[in-house]
């Protein structure tokens, strides 16, 4: 089976601007969450989405957002981008994203600057 | 609140030193844990992961972990570090009912060759 796939895999920005990032998870694979990856946070549960239904959100700012497709394709959007927003953003993909043995695994990231 | 700790931020190594790096988490219902690796410039992987039954799991490439359920610890361990696990380790706790997966800050091991 195919990984966890992200586009774009770097993106430069300025801030005020807006931008959108894409994931496409494991074939077979109905949930997935996004992660923010900074060297002093580590990693902070942005969101998680399941069958189009966002089920759990972390502790950002409105200006982060997302939706997931029929087909379990996710896309976040930032918004306003500021300097701050500077991270690696995480995709994850699970078969069901709760219980008993539900695994995530990762994409390779996509890397945002904020100029 | 879950929350995962992790004691050590850098660890530093001579290869075939043994390893063995802290994790505690906070949850109070049953949890699956996990630790992640992430290797200079590659994306997260699954290193090992327990759900039930042996509190002693196996990993890839030699790791291997303990649950001890009375100390909310699930410590990673290695007997015999080499230069190629050098890495970022991550310890994360999922509670079987939700939905989201708590990291810890992550541990960073340098293995001097």
């Known amino acids: 089976k195919a990984g966890v796939t992200q586009t774009p895999r770097y993106l430069i920005k300025t801030r005020g601007q807006q931008v959108t990032l894409s994931c496409s998870p494991i074939?077979?694979?109905?949930?997935v969450s996004w992660y923010q990856q900074t060297p002093g946070q580590g990693l902070q549960f942005l969101f998680e989405?399941?069958?189009?239904?966002?089920?759990n959100k972390g502790n950002f700012p409105g200006r982060f957002s997302g939706r997931q497709f029929s087909n379990s394709r996710s896309e976040m959007n930032v918004s306003t981008l500021e300097l701050g927003d500077s991270a690696l953003y995480l995709c994850a993909s699970s078969s069901r994203g709760e219980g008993r043995g539900d695994t995530q695994y990762f994409g390779p990231g996509t890397r945002l600057t904020v100029l | 609140a879950q929350s995962v700790s992790q004691h050590n931020h850098h660890v530093i190594l001579s290869e075939a030193a043994s390893l063995e790096l802290g994790c505690n988490y906070s949850y109070g219902g049953t949890v699956n844990l996990f630790w992640y690796v992430q290797y200079p410039g590659q994306h997260l992987q699954l290193l090992l992961k327990?759900?039930?039954?042996?509190?002693l799991v196996k990993g890839i490439k030699g790791f291997e972990a303990e649950f001890i359920k009375s100390k909310f610890s699930f410590n990673l361990r290695k007997p015999s570090v080499q230069w190629s696990d050098t890495a970022e380790y991550f310890c994360a706790v999922k509670g079987t009912g939700g939905f989201k997966t708590i990291f810890g800050a992550g541990t960073r091991l340098f293995v001097k060759a």
């Open positions: 074939s077979g694979h109905r949930s």
């Open positions: 989405y399941f069958s189009e239904t966002q089920r």
């Open positions: 327990y759900f039930s039954g042996d509190p």
